[in-house]
């Protein structure tokens, strides 16, 4: 089956530390995208790339660094730089053809700085 | 300013009864597309409808329809029929042509959201 697998579901971490959320998508789209979601609130934009090497500074992408090696990965590392990193991050892709602009989503991970 | 804006922070719906969740939202462009998405508790988010802004009739997926008033800038989701499983939270979203400038990457601006509630 197609789809986004996120990784690790929970994570929890030390104030200072980097963490490293994996994004791997199955379904051949060029376009992948990263959402921070705060209790209650919608979802905000992080960053996003449209093809391999390249990506975009989202709404609030300070503190946060991504990559794009590979079609499938999009790896977004939390710094010690973001300063309130507690959120639950989805990962999302969608595809250029599609004439609607669909975002299928990872099913998230919550990550928490103790 | 806010592009997508929900005012129902919560909302409640008798078991078997039509619920509406209420969207506006905010742009300059002609087209633009409006969708709606289901997140229950559990995190992931569900695609529910899609409505272009040139579509001339109103969207319908199952028991989701969405009531498009173009004048009003306004993309209220209907649930008709309501059931248990519908408990979840609910969001708008819309994708601007700004956004398709920007290659094949289309993100969306979502509202805050309603948690709606179903009552047995």
């Known amino acids: 089956d197609g789809g986004i697998t996120q990784s690790p579901k929970y994570l929890f971490r030390k104030e200072g530390q980097n963490v490293t959320l994996s994004c791997e998508q199955n379904l051949n789209h060029d376009a992948m995208y990263w959402y921070r979601q705060d209790p209650g609130q919608g979802l905000r934009l992080i960053y996003y790339s449209q093809i391999v090497n390249d990506f975009q500074k989202g709404d609030i992408a300070e503190g946060y660094s991504v990559s794009r090696e590979k079609k499938e990965s999009f790896p977004l590392t939390v710094t010690s730089a973001q300063k309130n990193p507690t959120a639950f991050y989805l990962c999302?892709?969608?595809?250029?053809?599609?004439?609607?602009?669909?975002?299928?989503f990872g099913e998230g991970s919550r990550l928490t700085v103790l | 300013a806010q592009k997508i804006t929900q005012t129902q922070p919560g909302m409640f719906v008798q078991e078997k009864e039509a619920v509406t969740l209420d969207c506006t939202y905010d742009?300059?462009?002609?087209?633009?597309?409006l969708f709606w998405y289901k997140q229950p508790s559990s995190g992931e988010m569900i695609f529910l409808i899609y409505q272009g802004s040139y579509d001339q009739q109103n969207a319908t997926e199952g028991r989701y329809s969405l009531n498009f008033q173009k004048a009003r800038k306004s993309a209220n989701l209907v649930i008709s029929a309501s059931q248990l499983g519908d408990s979840a939270m609910y969001f708008c979203?819309?994708?601007?042509?700004?956004?398709?400038?920007?290659?094949?990457?289309?993100?969306?601006?979502f509202g805050s959201g309603t948690q709606l509630t179903v009552l047995p």
């Open positions: 742009t300059s462009d002609p087209s633009y597309g």
């Open positions: 999302a892709s969608n595809d250029r053809v599609t004439n609607t602009g669909e975002l299928f």
């Open positions: 979203a819309m994708r601007e042509p700004q956004a398709i400038s920007s290659g094949s990457a289309r993100q969306l601006t």
